[in-house]
Nanobody, 127 residues
Framework: QVQLVESGGGLVQAGGSLRLSCVAS????????MAWFRQAPGKEREFVAA????????DYGDSVKGRFTISRDNAKNTVYLQMNSLKPEDTAVYSC????????????????????WGQGTQVTVSS
């Protein structure tokens, strides 16, 4: 059974940094894409970043480009999201998601394409 467990959220002032972690377990993730999404109160879930487990392909949502960095440590089965220059509008619940990259294809930015999700971690950025 696939499990994704996020950690690292918290309260930070605008301009600060946080690093989120997503530990994956339950299967071999070769051939899978790992992604971060976020959802603020009253808003739809938004694509943040994605990375392939072995190929190193990466993409970011427009609102976080240049500020956030996604990376992976295959030995630890962990995906990270380094968030710098945080803004109050980055406040949201951040969730890790995973799916076979052949199933996701070019629609990696759509949350409905992912079958595996973590429970989420709250990030709050104060002004």
């Amino acid at each position: 059974q696939v499990q994704l467990v996020e950690s690292g959220g918290g309260l930070v002032q605008a301009g600060g940094s946080l690093r989120l972690s997503c530990v994956a377990s339950g299967r071999t993730f070769s051939g899978y894409i790992m992604a971060w999404f976020r959802q603020a109160p009253g808003k739809e879930r938004e694509f943040v970043a994605a990375i392939t487990w072995t190929g190193g392909w990466i993409d970011y949502g427009d609102s976080v480009k240049g500020r956030f960095t996604i990376s992976r440590d295959n030995a630890k089965n962990t995906v990270y999201l380094q968030m710098n220059s945080l803004k109050p509008e980055d406040t949201a619940v951040y969730s890790c998601a995973s799916e076979r990259d052949l199933s996701v294809g070019g629609s990696y930015y759509l949350p409905g394409k992912y079958g595996y999700w973590g429970q989420g971690t709250q990030v709050t950025v104060s002004s």
